[in-house]
């Protein structure tokens, strides 16, 4: 019986390292669908929709352009959370006056969402027909917009006790 079970727990153990190692190579040979961080996305998507060298500058700068927007966006408003964490410490819980800090957070999103695209739209203004058609094939993707305009969000800081600083969204 004793036997029977260590056996058990022996090929229980193999397979389950089998499954772990499978686990952490499989993504690397098969293409990870999210590939890490330090990827140029712009020189990808110059080659993968043929872009000369203009038309990579202008999405450099049209990505530079969308990152600067959305730091000093992040700075000028007030994050969801601080806003929920407001209403949570009062005292009476005024729903009207809640729903009025979130329609105004969220139109200054609005704002920067429009102005965004307006540029978006002008640099595909430049693209040939083709161009532009794989482009917006593209961009129905997940995520594919995101990663190619807007650069990862920084880390957020460490205190050195092992737990993450404060995160502002």
Known sequence: MRSKVLWFLLVASLALNVFFVAGVIYPRLMGHPHPPHDYDPVARAAEEFSLDAGQTEALTALRGRMAERLAAGREEREGFQAI???????????????????????????????????????????LSPQQKAAFLERARERD?????????????DHDG???????RD
């Open 84 to 126: 929920i964490l407001e209403a949570l410490g009062r005292s009476d819980f005024d729903r009207a006056a809640l729903a009025e800090a979130l329609v105004a957070r969220r139109a200054g999103g609005d704002d920067m969402i429009l102005d965004m695209t307006g540029e978006l739209h002008g640099f595909l203004a430049e």
């Open 144 to 156: 594919f917009l995101r990663r190619l305009l807007f650069p990862p969000r920084p880390r957020p």
């Open 161 to 167: 006790s092992g737990r993450e600083g404060p995160r």
